[in-house]
């Protein structure tokens, strides 16, 4: 078992994602999948996802051989070093002797060109300078499959578990916000806050959003939070398994006026509709065009509709131009937004789990309002 992470994954979870990587290697006549991680947001799910949990693996690169535990290659030997001590189980730690990537790729591809066909796992995140060196060590360019960002769509109870855990961790900090305010308070003082209340609460990589006034996804402003103001929250938040939650409310400062109370109940009502409709084989596509087509006789969209989620976002949008069905125990984030005639624009967000029955929402707080103390 791991020893480095507040919820480590279990060794017989892990060896299951293992083996479901193993049967799609194999069926797609693979020997060898290269993943690598770069640590930034939306790109380091497939890393965590093969080795089970969220680790300082900035710039390393995992080979996973058909039937063997992945071989992590770390960036230095310093790095080498600190993921040695982290790992207590079968993830065998190399790492070059002179710090450089030279050196590091040079060991990439020995194990990849060692053992037969080889491939990368997609999406393709890899430095421009790295795919230069691997291709010239290689003497071929690896080719790009969806194996991982395939496989992490299927959820086991455990994934559920840890996302069910997320949401308890954002709703808390949510919850903590009207003891948080201050007078003159802006957006981004909100969000500070909010930042720090998940980093006690042990959330390892998070975003944040905070707009009082057109929100459409931009980051949080000088801008002060008045009086009778709506308010548009979103948070993001990843623990240290890398099990990736997204929730969104309203929230009133003070007393809101008929408009706003107005807007609000529109957003709400746009997201409650969605349980019935993330549905395991519904068409994505036709679910867009239908959720869109309402909203869109109200007012228009400011931010996408949503996408995948789970172990990190996942590379799929809930757009119309997506070809597949939802499956039964993936995880979906949803985030109608509104532009609405006075100029303003909001937004509502929850996370649900796609089951047999209408979809679970992780949490009940995005069809309610949260209050702030007049200001």
């Known amino acids: 078992m791991p020893t ?12 299951q994602r293992w083996e479901r990587l193993w049967t799609g290697m194999e069926q797609a006549a693979l020997d060898v999948l290269l993943v690598h991680g770069t640590g930034a947001l939306g790109q380091y799910g497939n890393l965590v996802y093969v080795l089970g949990s969220h680790l300082p693996t900035k710039g390393a690169y995992a080979v996973l051989r058909r039937g063997a535990p992945p071989v992590l290659v770390a960036s230095s030997a310093v790095e080498g070093r600190a993921l040695m001590r982290a790992f207590s189980w079968d ?40 795919a230069l060196i691997l291709h010239m060590l290689l003497e071929h360019t690896l080719p790009v499959v969806d194996l ?8 086991a109870q455990w994934d559920q578990d840890l996302m069910r855990a997320e949401a308890t961790t954002i709703e808390q ?10 007078p003159k308070d802006t957006e981004r003082d909100l969000a500070a806050a909010i930042e720090s209340q998940l980093v006690r609460r042990g959330s390892r990589v998070r975003i944040v959003h905070v707009s009082a006034g057109h929100f459409h996804g931009q980051p949080p402003s000088d801008s002060v939070l008045r009086a009778g103001a709506m308010v548009t929250i ?5 623990g240290a398994t890398g099990h990736w939650v ?55 969209a400011t931010i996408g509709l949503g996408h995948g989620t ?4 996942q590379p799929w949008q809930l757009g119309g131009e997506v070809v597949g069905s939802l499956r039964a125990g993936e995880a979906v984030a949803v985030h109608p937004s509104l532009e609405f005639s006075d100029g303003t624009a909001a937004a509502v967000a929850n996370t649900f789990l796609v089951g047999p029955a209408p979809a679970e929402p992780l949490s009940q707080l995005p069809f309610t309002t949260l209050t702030l103390p007049p200001l």
């Not at 991982?148 to 959820?155: D, G, I, M, Q």
């Not at 900090?173 to 201050?182: D, G, K, Y």
């Not at 009502?269 to 006789?297: C, K, N, W, Y």
Request: net charge negative; charged share 15%; proline share 7%.
């Open 246 to 300: 997204e929730l969104g409310v309203i929230a009133h400062v003070g007393t809101p006026g008929p408009t706003q109370r107005h807007q609000t109940e529109l957003l709400q009502a746009a997201l409650r509709t969605f349980p019935h409709q993330l549905m395991p084989g519904r068409d994505i596509a036709a679910i867009v065009t239908a959720r869109t087509r309402v909203v869109s006789e109200r007012d228009a």
């Open 148 to 155: 991982v960002s395939e496989a992490r769509r299927a959820l």
């Open 234 to 238: 979103f948070i993001e938040s990843a």
């Open 91 to 130: 993830v065998q730690v190399v790492a070059p002797v002179h710090s450089g990537r030279a050196q590091q790729l040079a060991q990439v591809a020995e194990l990849c060109g060692g053992y037969g066909a080889a491939a990368l796992a997609g999406p393709s995140h890899v430095p421009h300078g790295d």
């Open 310 to 313: 789970g172990v990190d976002e």
């Open 4 to 15: 480095s992470t507040a919820e480590p994954c279990g060794v017989q979870d892990l060896t």
């Open 173 to 182: 900090t949510f919850q903590s916000l009207p003891a948080l305010v201050r």
